[in-house]
């Protein structure tokens, strides 16, 4: 069966230091992949998705960049958070290509930018 | 533009009640998909249900079940005798060729309150 990770849970950062949370995928090739951000109390921003290795389509101009080096890795990354850049981060995969795919997710981290 | 509206921001009810979760969706494409996740207060949205732009029947499964109305751009979401476990965020979401097939577009999501 597949399985998602997603890490660290929680993660606490000051304002101006850099970022990388790391989510993979078991069970499954050639996954599509997504980072998802939730600010508290609001719907979910698709930050990026990738469709395959080395592709990342980024969907909100931010400080913020996704890295794809491995068919079932994606990282999310950050050289100088923000306070604005607070907020629960979603990792999320589909299988193959098409509109009718469900999206499985992670567990979900954390981040608190003090 | 794709948009998925979900008017309800919050519902407190109290168990055993019926409640229904509204959604509103807007797309230009013909074909479609349309969903709901579930946030519980773990955070990690779990899949409910998917359907398609052309099939319009209603669907139960145990105590939900959802209303699909093409007219009326609506997918609402019943829960039946409702219980403290079906307190969660809901989240609708909208899927079509626009998008490229890759990207789901979320509702604001419905906070779902359920005392005992």
């Known amino acids: 069966s597949q399985t998602i990770h997603q890490w660290p849970a929680t993660l606490v950062q000051p304002v101006g230091s850099p970022l990388s949370l790391e989510c993979t995928v078991e069970?499954?090739?050639?996954?599509?992949l997504y980072w998802y951000r939730q600010a508290a109390g609001r719907g979910l921003q698709l930050l990026f998705y990738?469709?395959?290795?080395?592709?990342i389509s980024s969907e909100v101009p931010q400080n913020l960049s996704a890295s794809r080096p491995q068919d079932r890795q994606f990282i999310l990354s950050s050289k100088k958070l923000l306070l604005s850049d607070s907020g629960f981060y979603l990792c999320?995969?589909?299988?193959?290509?098409?509109?009718?795919?469900?999206?499985?997710f992670g567990a979900g981290t954390r981040l608190s930018v003090l | 533009a794709q948009k998925v509206t979900q008017a309800q921001t919050e519902i407190s009810v109290v168990e055993k009640e019926d409640v229904t979760l509204d959604c509103v969706y807007e797309?230009?494409?013909?074909?479609?998909?349309l969903f709901w996740y579930k946030q519980p207060p773990s955070g990690e949205l779990v899949f409910l249900i998917r359907?398609?732009?052309?099939?319009?029947q209603n669907e139960i499964s145990g105590r939900y079940s959802w209303n699909f109305q093409k007219s009326t751009s609506s997918f609402n979401f019943t829960i039946t005798a409702s219980q403290v476990v079906d307190s969660a965020v809901y989240f609708c979401?909208?899927?079509?060729?626009?998008?490229?097939?890759?990207?789901?577009?979320f509702g604001a999501g419905t906070r779902l309150f359920v005392k005992a």
């Open positions: 999320a995969w589909s299988p193959g290509t098409g509109i009718q795919n469900i999206q499985y």
């Open positions: 069970g499954t090739s050639n996954p599509n």
């Open positions: 990738s469709v395959g290795i080395g592709q």
């Open positions: 797309t230009r494409d013909t074909t479609y998909y």
């Open positions: 359907r398609n732009s052309f099939d319009e």
């Open positions: 979401a909208l899927c079509d060729l626009n998008t490229g097939g890759f990207k789901t577009i």
